[in-house]
């Protein structure tokens, strides 16, 4: 009950609320985070936590998140991916 109450104020609150969505719950459910090793620089770790977040796809996922996709829009880009990696994959099928 009170997760709803919740969700229902964060629906129109910038790229993370509800429309863009991910829910308040899932996004503390989701947070990447890195241990600091003993004597490591914050900038090593920092360019750790950087290196995580881009092979999870984090990054990524925020920027396309930020505006709302039309589902047609959503097709085109995915099916131009797609023609993409299939020029690719006939380019090189004989090597």
Same mark, same amino acid.
């Not at 505006?67 to 023609?83: Q, T, V």
């Not at 994959?89 to 090597?95: E, F, I, L, N, V």
């Given at each position: ?27 503390? #459910? ?10 490591? &620089?914050? %900038? !090593?770790?920092? $360019?750790?936590? /950087? ?7 984090? #990054? ?10 039309? &589902?047609? %829009? !959503?097709?085109? $880009?995915?099916? /131009? ?15």
């Amino acid at each position: 009950m009170a997760i709803d109450r919740l969700n229902d104020r964060a629906r129109f609150h910038g790229p993370f609320g509800l429309a863009a969505g991910i829910t308040n719950l899932q996004r503390i #459910i989701l947070m990447t985070e890195i241990k600091l090793k003993k004597g490591e &620089p914050v %900038e !090593r770790a920092l $360019r750790r936590l /950087k290196k995580k977040m881009d092979r999870e796809g984090t #990054i990524k996922d925020v920027r396309n998140r930020r505006a709302f996709e039309k &589902p047609s %829009e !959503r097709k085109r $880009r995915k099916m /131009k991916a797609s023609k993409f990696q299939a020029m690719l994959t006939a380019r090189y099928a004989d090597y």
